[in-house]
């Protein structure tokens, strides 16, 4: 999704500017909060615990993004829709009053076109991942965020692509609806035995993207 709009509102207006450190939370699920959150630098998670406490992540955001468009543009507080951590060690965001916001959405054609969007984009993800994790198996989501991963945060190596960023078993089971880390681990151990992908001080290689898409029903 193109970020000229939003690019251009934040470098128009002095926003307030916070830094939140890694494994800290912007906000969490539930609770009240009064601002929108755009994403400056850093890279931060999105996610939603259950009933029974279980964490199911959503997505990666690694570039200028709104992080937190909240429901009921008319109320100064509104509840989280998730929970925002930072995963990179640093994440730095622009912190704008909700209502204000909403005012300027509202008088801007050009960043009103670009919230449509982020709805949405957010809206065809939710659609594309559940067929994902529902037609895949679990080997398939596996694979399925991998190829999010490489999206995200693929790198060119020799003989592959490095994704430039550790993710634990734990994570991608908790984005895969996987039940256990040990279960993902197994997966990547046959990925890695079929030469799809090596392991390198805790970094995923992707060796034969081919193979990755071969268990992915798109």
């Not at 994403?39 to 259950?50: D, Q, R, Y």
């Not at 965001?93 to 449509?116: C, G, M, T």
């Not at 790198?155 to 279960?183: L, M, Q, W, Y």
């Amino acid at each position: 999704m193109k970020s000229e709009a939003l690019s251009d509102y934040v470098e128009q207006h002095a926003f307030s500017i916070i830094t939140k450190e890694k494994k800290k939370y912007l906000t969490y699920e539930g609770i009240q909060d009064s601002f929108v959150y755009i994403l400056k630098e850093g890279i931060v998670k999105t996610s939603l615990i259950s009933k029974d406490g279980r964490e199911f992540n959503l997505e990666y955001i690694n570039r200028l993004d709104i992080v937190s468009l909240l429901r009921d543009e008319y109320s100064q507080f509104t509840n989280a829709p998730f929970n925002i951590r930072v995963e990179s060690e640093v994440a730095v965001l622009y912190k704008i009053d909700r209502v204000q916001f909403w005012k300027d959405v509202n008088s801007k054609p050009e960043l009103q076109a670009h919230v449509k969007d982020y709805y949405r984009m957010r809206l065809l993800k939710a659609i594309k991942r559940m067929q994902q994790m529902l037609m895949n198996g679990k080997i398939g989501a596996v694979c399925t965020h991998l190829y999010t991963l490489y999206e995200l945060f693929g790198v060119p190596v020799e003989n592959g692509h490095k994704i430039d960023f550790i993710v634990t078993n734990e994570e991608i089971a908790r984005f895969c609806g996987v039940t256990s880390a040990s279960s993902v681990n197994r997966m990547l151990q046959q990925l890695k035995a079929a030469g799809a992908i090596d392991i390198e001080e805790r970094y995923i290689v992707i060796r034969n993207l081919a193979l990755i898409q071969e268990n992915i029903i798109l």
